[in-house]
């Protein structure tokens, strides 16, 4: 028998979250279901309750940021039993033998991958529906496991905005020597300096927003520069080997793309979409520089990332909040004040 569950859903892309009741497929050999704990809010969950990307269908249940508790498993499931404390991310399923899956970047199933939420169900073509949710039920394959040790509503947000940084921090090789910058001091933004610090790189941010400096050292920023100014833009020209960039929206690439050193990357993670300033490549050219970007990570290396944060004790710096909460808290993201990461508490749907 299916399951009714509750949790808050976008009916339109101009309507608030609202309670919401709906059902969990009944279990399939290989699924495991469990309680929501903590779900971390994600800068995605916004640009797709509000439509940013189109072709969104409704209701929209977010939410992909989730640590939970392991309640039933299907007689197939062996890596996980009733109790564990588990982590579900981005991905729900992949087909799981196309080049990319067996590469282990099912993110990037090149028959599609099944999201967590506002996609949907590879089986029976059912909506999915995210972990804004009192339950969730996920094919084993894409459940984490959650080290021992780290606070739960902290570690939430490592199934995303942690994965996501990890991932082209790896990917190009941050570590002692290396020089990252990191663009935007929101969730990915405080991620991407804990983990690059923790890699030994020498990290810098660069923000919009003054006053942001202390909290950016904390969190493991060596320098900060505000983008708004030439001079301390200018002071840093040719710096950096690396740049995460996790802005939102669109904006001008050409001045960070002038602070990368010869042969640097500027790997974009935030915005999707044409870039309304066209991009000047002759700086590029004759630097040797790149433009790269990154999706999520694939499952083995996110359960890497996750014991790698459990070795270093890393989690996210966040405001735990109620499910009614959550509109506000959308508000204060589209202001840039969040420190770092709004993390849902799941027991609060019980009041
Ligand atoms: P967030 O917490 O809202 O942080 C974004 C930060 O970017 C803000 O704190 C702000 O930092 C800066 N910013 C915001 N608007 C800006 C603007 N118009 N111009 C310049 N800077 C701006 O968002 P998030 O959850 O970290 O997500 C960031 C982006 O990554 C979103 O677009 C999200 O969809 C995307 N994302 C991508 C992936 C992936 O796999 N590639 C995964 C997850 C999320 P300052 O105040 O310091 O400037
Ligand atoms: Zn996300």
């Given at each position: 028998?299916?399951?009714?569950?509750?949790?808050?859903?976008?009916?339109?892309?101009?309507?608030?979250?609202?309670?919401?009741?709906?059902?969990?497929?009944?279990?399939?050999?290989?699924?495991?279901?469990?309680?929501?704990?903590?779900?971390?809010?994600?800068?995605?969950d916004?640009?797709?309750?509000?439509?940013?990307?189109?072709?969104?269908?409704?209701p929209?249940?977010?939410?992909?940021?989730?640590?939970?508790r392991?309640?039933?498993?299907?007689?197939?499931?062996?890596?996980?039993k009733?109790?564990?404390?588990?982590?579900?991310?981005?991905?729900?399923?992949?087909c799981?033998?196309?080049?990319?899956?067996?590469?282990?970047?099912?993110?990037?199933?090149?028959?599609?991958?099944?999201?967590?939420?506002?996609?949907?169900?590879?089986?029976?073509?059912?909506?999915?529906?995210?972990?804004?949710?009192?339950?969730?039920?996920?094919?084993?394959?894409?459940?984490?496991?959650?080290?021992?040790?780290?606070?739960?509503?902290?570690?939430?947000?490592?199934?995303?905005?942690?994965?996501?940084?990890?991932?082209?921090?790896?990917?190009?090789?941050?570590?002692?020597?290396?020089?990252?910058?990191?663009?935007?001091?929101?969730?990915?933004?405080?991620?991407?300096l804990?983990?690059?610090?923790?890699?030994?790189?020498?990290?810098?941010?660069?923000?919009?927003?003054?006053?942001?400096?202390?909290?950016?050292?904390?969190?493991?920023?060596?320098?900060?520069?505000?983008?708004?100014?030439?001079?301390?833009?200018?002071?840093?020209?040719?710096?950096?080997?690396?740049?995460?960039?996790?802005?939102?929206?669109?904006?001008?690439?050409?001045?960070?793309?002038?602070?990368?050193?010869?042969?640097?990357?500027?790997?974009?993670?935030?915005?999707?979409?044409?870039?309304?300033?066209?991009?000047?490549?002759?700086?590029?050219?004759?630097?040797?520089?790149?433009?790269?970007s990154?999706?999520?990570?694939?499952?083995?290396?996110?359960?890497?990332?996750?014991?790698?944060?459990?070795?270093?004790?890393?989690?996210?710096?966040?405001?735990?909040?109620k499910?009614?909460?959550?509109?506000?808290?959308?508000?204060?993201?589209?202001?840039?004040?969040?420190?770092?990461?709004?993390?849902?508490?799941?027991?609060?749907?019980?009041?």
């Amino acid at each position: 028998m299916p399951t009714l569950v509750h949790g808050y859903a976008a009916h339109s892309f101009d309507a608030d979250l609202v309670p919401w009741s709906f059902e969990r497929r009944d279990l399939r050999p290989d699924d495991v279901e469990m309680d929501v704990l903590f779900c971390g809010v994600c800068h995605s969950d916004i640009h797709h309750v509000r439509n940013d990307w189109g072709g969104e269908s409704y209701p929209i249940v977010p939410g992909h940021e989730i640590v939970g508790r392991v309640t039933r498993t299907g007689p197939d499931v062996s890596k996980y039993k009733v109790g564990d404390t588990v982590g579900v991310g981005c991905l729900v399923d992949s087909c799981q033998h196309c080049s990319s899956c067996k590469s282990l970047l099912e993110q990037y199933c090149e028959n599609g991958s099944t999201l967590t939420y506002a996609s949907k169900d590879r089986h029976d073509g059912t909506p999915t529906y995210g972990g804004y949710s009192s339950k969730i039920v996920v094919t084993e394959n894409f459940v984490l496991g959650i080290p021992d040790g780290l606070d739960l509503a902290g570690a939430a947000p490592l199934l995303c905005a942690g994965i996501t940084t990890y991932s082209p921090l790896r990917r190009w090789k941050a570590g002692p020597g290396k020089k990252v910058a990191v663009v935007g001091l929101g969730g990915l933004g405080h991620m991407a300096l804990k983990l690059a610090k923790a890699m030994g790189a020498d990290v810098t941010l660069f923000s919009r927003s003054k006053g942001k400096e202390d909290d950016a050292r904390r969190l493991g920023a060596d320098h900060i520069v505000i983008s708004q100014s030439e001079a301390e833009m200018k002071a840093v020209a040719g710096n950096f080997d690396l740049i995460i960039d996790t802005v939102p929206y669109d904006h001008d690439l050409n001045p960070y793309i002038a602070t990368l050193a010869p042969e640097g990357t500027i790997v974009l993670v935030g915005y999707l979409g044409p870039l309304s300033n066209s991009l000047n490549t002759a700086p590029m050219v004759f630097r040797g520089r790149s433009l790269g970007s990154s999706l999520i990570g694939g499952l083995a290396e996110t359960q890497e990332m996750l014991d790698f944060c459990g070795e270093h004790g890393i989690v996210s710096d966040i405001e735990l909040i109620k499910i009614q909460d959550v509109n506000e808290a959308y508000g204060r993201m589209l202001k840039s004040d969040v420190k770092y990461r709004f993390v849902i508490d799941l027991d609060s749907l019980k009041s």
